[in-house]
């Protein structure tokens, strides 16, 4: 049983491109979250989606945008990046209305921007 | 403003020494708590976690308690083996609403030497 994936694993971008994050949640899941994990910090959480609608969003701006497909995979979008949008983002799948113990967490996709 | 709070950016312990974890909070809706770890080019792992309404959880090696009163927990590992060298992090959530999205600290990391 395939856990939570993403890809790709590393990504450089230089400033004021758009990015897009793929992430695959683990069998049986139909929740996915993603989250901010700058340098020093802990993650941050930028939006959960279910159904293919967003449930939730953190204080992040509108450059941050997601889908989720019927599939259950999801993507997040960053438009306009900024130097600050270098991070690990972390994708993390669930499901709905368990706790958040149930969430398990992909390896991230470390993006650079320069 | 930080409502989950690691003041200890790093511990180093010794093998079969006991390792004490440090976290505070400040949100008083805050009802769950977690404790993950997280290894290099990983994503964070689930741990342990306890609810407000208890003040000790104990799995195996790990401990959690809870001082709500005064707004802080911990995470014992006794005894520590050098396989629990990781970032720990520390998590709280409000479940009002249903929300079970977690904040987490900026992360501990511990190191246990042989």
């Known amino acids: 049983d395939a856990g939570v994936t993403q890809s790709p694993t590393h990504l450089i971008k230089t400033r004021g491109q758009q990015v897009t994050l793929r992430c695959s949640p683990k069998?049986?899941?139909?929740?996915v979250s993603w989250y901010q994990q700058a340098l020093g910090q802990g993650p941050q959480f930028i939006f959960q989606?279910?159904?293919?609608?967003?449930?939730q969003r953190g204080n992040f701006p509108d450059r941050f945008s997601g889908h989720q497909f019927p599939n259950y995979s999801s993507e997040l979008n960053v438009n306009a990046l900024l130097l600050g949008d270098s991070a690990l983002y972390l994708c993390?799948?669930?499901?709905?209305?368990?706790?958040?113990?149930?969430?398990?967490f992909g390896p991230g996709t470390r993006l650079l921007v320069l | 403003d930080q409502q989950v709070k690691q003041n200890s950016p790093s511990l180093s312990v010794q093998e079969g020494r006991i390792s004490i974890l440090n976290c505070d909070y400040t949100?008083?809706?805050?009802?769950?708590f977690l404790w993950y770890k997280k290894y290099p080019a990983e994503g964070p792992t689930f741990l342990i976690s306890?609810?407000?309404?208890?003040d000790k959880n104990e799995d195996g090696r790990f401990t959690v308690f809870l001082n709500k009163s005064a707004k802080h927990l911990s995470l014992h590992i006794v005894p520590s083996q050098p396989g629990d060298s990781a970032v720990y992090f520390c998590?709280?959530?409000?479940?009002?609403?249903?929300?079970?999205?977690?904040?987490f600290g900026r992360g501990t990391s511990l190191i246990v030497h042989p």
């Open positions: 993390a799948s669930s499901l709905v209305g368990r706790g958040p113990e149930t969430q398990y």
């Open positions: 069998s049986g899941h139909d929740t």
């Open positions: 989606y279910y159904e293919e609608e967003e449930r």
């Open positions: 949100n008083s809706m805050f009802d769950y």
């Open positions: 306890i609810s407000s309404i208890k």
């Open positions: 998590a709280a959530s409000a479940s009002s609403g249903g929300s079970y999205i977690p904040t």
